[in-house]
């Protein structure tokens, strides 16, 4: 993972954060982010000669840098920032709040807050479904209460208390994350199948959940494994040599590295930006494990 030495090492000035993320966005060719020609050449300055940062489309006469279009556009942040912000979200395995960061950077709160959700929004899902062993759970976390609700809050509701808001996930064991946040406060069994179909590549995947009644009926579509929570934790069947025990523990350790982000550094998390939220955290959770997070994350910033 490439760390904030690292930025400062790879990228000493402004000009090398540029053509980096040149490279990354466009390789050998750049494009024209307005007319997508691609005859166009670098600007030149009178006193400078050719300046690094701004190019010249040929077709349609208008002047752009490689931020253009991009989450660092009109942001008046230099790009460095912008690495040194992205290299400590992804090296904080247990997120990073904004206070922290715009500690670590010298910079004011609430522009280092913006920047970071602007980060959060370009973490894409890959769009490739999961397969192997796969657990599915939902989980209640902690959104913003409005005062109006408090009194609710203790309340237990139908699956999970009042007051929190349900996201679903799915994850390989050993692989890959996916996790959504759910519009509804309760799921049908219709809902949890869309998910499933949304996120598993059915004939390539086992799948395991826990015993809650809108899994219902899941085995008509996929090979479903069940666990009864209130029975056990981890059970073992006639599968188990060939698909592992039946358990549904790497999910709930998803859950926890959400809850405890949530709880210890994002705080007040609202309905409107948990999504933002869950991208970040389920971002790492898949680049834990390769060094080309960083340059992915460029990628994604700069492809919208
Ligand atoms: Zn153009």
Redesign the pocket.
Known sequence: MTSLVEVYRRWPTKDDCIAHLEAVRWGEQPL?P????DR?SRNRDAKRGLTASRWK?Q????SFSVTVGTIFHNSHIDLQRWFSLISLMLNAKKGLSAMQAARDLDMRRPTVWSMMHRIRSALADDGKLLAGIVEMDEAYVDGKRRPANRKDDDQPGPRGPCGKQPVIGAVERGGRLKAMVIDKAEMTADDIRNYVTGMIDLPRAVLTTDEYAGYNGLNKNIAHRRINHSRVYVERDLFSAEFGPIQTNTIESVWAILKRAIAGQFHHVSRKYLPLYLSEVTYRYNARRTGEAFDRLLHLATNP
């Open positions: 024209c307005y007319c997508g020609a166009v489309c077709r349609c006469d208008r």
